[in-house]
């Protein structure tokens, strides 16, 4: 049940929902991200391969507008890739910068970056070309009706369901709240950490539940699993240059080995108690730079961006 890829050359490809994966309509009849089950890593890249832009859904604001959702497809298991916005990485109509990523983590990447269209949107699309390893991918945003999407599609998509398709439990859920205090804009210089202060509450749904330790207590699923529970992380969103974190931060993109919520035996790190997660990041390289705050119960998250001019 993947999305069709329609060939426009040798090395361009237009991709649907899931470049890769099955699509977000597919979860509705109980089935998810087959590819990304915990034990198939069968076949599978280190580096050199390319990027697939992947477009999620889209969602009806109160307002009458939509929001298109999209994430993307990193093939390598190691190798995150800079694509700054440009001919390369572009949006159209409308851009070519709508907020995407420049900087890809490796792996699945879920609901990354949504672009506003107003109510009248119709039967438009929005094309996010991507280029990288020499391959040329797009992924069509449009509002089809398949393509709909809800808090119910993204939690059994970022597996809070543990592969049981759902629960009454989960369809109580909200996402956390997040608050990065300071300014969106700051300055930094190379070497000098500076701090980040963040407060992220959640309402305690799912309950917080770790990843089996046990590889052979896999039900056989084919869905995706994760451990669940509130859980806080930085990460580079854009900016090519090397950024070292203070705690080290686990991984927010589906990586089945040690240091992500999809890996076996991971458990949720205990919460501050006010709340209140304070993390160092040290720039290596002067330039301009995005780093993003992911807060996420392992079903819903919310985020906020920092961007950083480096001297």
């Not at 393509?147 to 909200?174: F, Q, S």
């Not at 070497?191 to 590889?215: F, K, Q, S, Y």
């Amino acid at each position: 049940m993947t999305n069709t890829a329609r060939a426009a050359s040798a090395t361009t490809r237009r991709l649907g929902r899931f470049g890769t994966g099955l699509t977000a309509s597919a979860a509705c009849a109980g089935l998810l991200l087959a590819w990304a089950r915990p034990d198939a890593q069968d076949l599978t890249f280190a580096r050199g391969q390319n990027i697939a832009p992947a477009y999620e859904g889209w969602e009806q604001n109160p307002d009458g507008s939509f929001d298109l959702v999209f994430g993307y497809f990193n093939r390598n298991w190691d190798e995150a890739i800079d694509v700054p916005v440009g001919p390369d990485n572009h949006i159209e109509p409308g851009g070519p910068d709508q907020g995407q990523p420049t900087h890809f983590q490796p792996r699945r990447n879920l609901f990354v970056f949504r672009v506003r269209v107003p109510a009248d949107f119709g039967d438009k699309e929005l094309v996010w070309t991507l280029t990288s390893r020499g391959i040329t991918e797009r992924a069509y945003g449009t509002l089809k009706p398949i393509y709909v999407i809800n808090d119910n599609i993204i939690t059994a998509n970022n597996g809070a369901a543990g592969g049981r398709g759902g629960t009454l439990e989960l369809n109580a859920n909200t996402g956390p709240e997040l608050e990065v205090e300071g300014t969106r804009e700051r300055t930094a210089r190379v070497g000098e950490p500076v701090v980040l202060h963040a407060i992220a509450t959640d309402d305690g749904v799912p309950a917080p539940r770790g990843m089996p330790i046990n590889r052979g207590s896999s039900s056989g699923s084919a869905a995706v699993s994760s451990a669940v529970g509130l859980r806080l992380s930085w990460f580079v969103y854009r900016g090519g240059g090397r950024v070292t974190f203070d705690p080290p931060q686990f991984k927010t993109y589906m990586d089945t080995r040690a240091g992500s919520p999809w890996a076996w035996g991971w458990t949720p790190p205990p919460v501050p108690p006010d709340g209140r997660w304070i993390v160092r990041a040290t720039f290596h390289e002067p330039g301009q730079y995005v780093l993003r705050c992911l807060a996420h119960d392992g079903g819903l998250m919310e985020w906020e961006d920092i961007t950083f001019n480096v001297q």
